[in-house]
Nanobody
């Protein structure tokens, strides 16, 4: 059974930075995809970044140039470095793991989810 645990959320002033971490346990495919999603109240879950087993990242337009996804395979940890945060980045952030393939950012391609960590950006 795969388990994902996010940490690193909090409250930050606009323009600030946060780094989210996602610790993983359990056995996953060597070709698995990992992703970060977020969901604000009243909105659909949005895929903001994904990374494949080779470390190739992909970003939503809303975060490209500000957020960086990375992974430490030895530590089995996924990261999301968030810079130049804006109030519209306020949401619950989730990490997710999927079996692999194109590593798209749609939730349907991911079958393991963390419990989420709240990020609040105030102006």
């Amino acid at each position: 059974q795969v388990q994902l645990v996010e940490s690193g959320g909090g409250s930050v002033q606009a323009g600030g930075s946060l780094r989210l971490s996602c610790g993983t346990s359990g056995s996953m495919s060597s070709r698995r995809c990992m992703g970060w999603f977020r969901q604000a109240p009243g909105k659909e879950r949005e895929g903001i970044a994904s990374i494949d087993h080779d470390g190739l990242g992909s970003y939503a337009a809303s975060v490209k140039g500000r957020f960086t996804i990375s992974q430490d395979n030895a530590k089995k940890t996924l990261y999301l470095q968030m810079n130049s945060l804006k109030p519209e980045d306020t949401a619950m952030y989730y990490c997710a793991a999927g079996p692999g393939g194109a590593c798209l950012r749609s939730p349907v391609y991911y079958n393991y989810w963390g419990q989420g960590t709240q990020v609040t950006v105030f102006s």
